[in-house]
T-cell receptor
């Protein structure tokens, strides 16, 4: 149990376009989802926390207008990178947790390359 | 603000050796600490989760310990194998927010 999927697993896009990444909890209801970013040879950095039905909480330094997060259901959260630029190229990983649980289950990640 | 550090940053050992990876955190008020494995270009594989009330967890050749008072956790790998080569990350779940703060990682290479 507790499987989290991400789609797509990788995406290449041109500079200036927007890209949407989906994160799904397949066998449980995720009241909270987290989005992380990982640059090459670096650790994971938390970008934002989203609770179902409410606005996401962004970490300091993360532009909320550039990284749009929607958590419209208990099994799906989306991250949209708007007007992507080469510096947004990174590995994006989501995680999900159940209500009042302190354990996160991680997705396999999405590699974004912006040309 | 929670900070998590891992030492060493990289480690190369011959096959069969027992080894210890270290993880330090600055704020002892954590819910849990989790160890992950990450292969190049891949996502995270959860290895062991230690709740704040626990001292250690074991799974096969892996043993993780937690000492909140000193702000340290260790991951012990027994009889290392080339297939253990990967980056190992620890993450502390921050009390009150459930956020995970990740360590800087240890890149392990086990030589055949």
């Amino acid at each position: 149990g507790a499987v989290v999927s991400q789609h797509p697993s990788w995406v290449i896009c041109k500079s200036g376009t927007s890209v949407k990444i989906e994160c799904r909890s397949l066998d449980f209801q995720a009241t909270t989802m987290f989005w992380y970013r990982q640059f090459p040879k670096q650790s994971l950095m938390l970008m934002a926390t989203s609770n179902e039905g409410s606005k996401a909480t962004y970490e300091q330094g993360v532009e909320k207008d550039k990284f749009l997060i929607n958590h419209a259901s208990l099994t799906l959260s989306t991250l949209t990178v708007t007007s992507a630029h080469p510096e947004d190229s990174s590995f994006y990983i989501c995680s999900a947790s159940r209500l009042a649980a302190n354990t996160q289950y991680f997705g396999p990640g999405t590699r974004l390359t912006v040309l | 603000k929670q900070e998590v550090t891992q030492i060493p940053a990289a480690l190369s050992v011959p096959e069969g050796e027992n080894l210890v990876l270290n993880c330090s955190f600055t704020d002892s008020a954590i819910y849990n600490l989790q160890w992950f494995r990450q292969d190049p270009g891949k996502g995270l594989t959860s290895l062991l989760l230690i709740q704040s009330s626990q001292r250690e967890q074991t799974s096969g050749r892996l043993n993780a310990s937690l000492d909140k008072s000193s702000g340290r956790s260790t991951l012990y790998i027994a009889a290392s194998q080339p297939g253990d080569s990967a980056t190992y990350l620890c993450a502390a779940s921050t009390s009150g927010t459930y956020k995970y703060i990740f360590g800087t990682g240890t890149r392990l290479k086990v030589l055949a």
